[in-house]
């Protein structure tokens, strides 16, 4: 007795009687089975870059004065990692330290690594970021500094900055 091969009414279906899988997608032409059937939802799928106007300038100014008042160079890769470092183990406000070192890394990039500030727009909306010269690489310095401070990571800002920097100047 086959009891997963009965039809509704009591046949059997044979092997030669059951249809392909592979016939039955093939000849299905209302299937959307392909990733490239999907419908463009209107969000980039690169990201698109604009100048930044006054007011992202103004945010920029802004974190490079508290780290200045501070005692923090933003041209030193040690400081920062320093500034980064304290900010963590004293429990600062990490929306703060985000902003603020965020913005001072991406500086930093700008004038050591041959990158802009730039507004950049993905499929996750917009941000201020930096965006490489020669090969268009589009980083966010805010999301680089928020990963590492929600998981707790500390001694990190030299290695990573300075890698980029290698890649940026590459």
Do not use: C, K
Not at 102 to 115: D, K, P, Q, T, W
């Amino acid at each position: 007795m086959a009891l997963f091969s009965r039809r509704r009414g009591g046949g059997d279906r044979t092997a030669a009687e059951s249809p392909s899988p592979l016939t039955t997608l093939a000849e299905d032409t209302t299937s959307s089975a392909f990733a490239g059937d999907v419908e463009d939802d209107g969000r980039p799928q690169r990201p698109d870059t604009a100048p930044i106007g006054d007011s992202e300038r103004a945010r920029i100014d802004a974190a490079l004065q508290r780290l200045e008042g501070d005692g923090v160079d933003v041209d030193d890769l040690a400081a920062l990692g320093a500034a980064y470092d304290r900010a963590r183990a004293t429990g600062a406000d990490g929306d703060v330290v985000v902003e603020t070192i965020g913005l001072a890394i991406g500086e930093h990039l700008v004038r050591h690594a041959r990158m802009d500030w730039a507004l950049v727009t993905d499929v996750f909306g917009t941000d201020l970021g930096v965006v490489a010269r020669r090969r268009g690489t589009t980083l966010i310095p805010t999301n680089i500094v928020a990963t590492r401070w929600l998981s707790g990571q500390t001694g990190w800002v030299p290695g990573v900055v300075g890698h980029l920097i290698r890649l940026g100047t590459g």
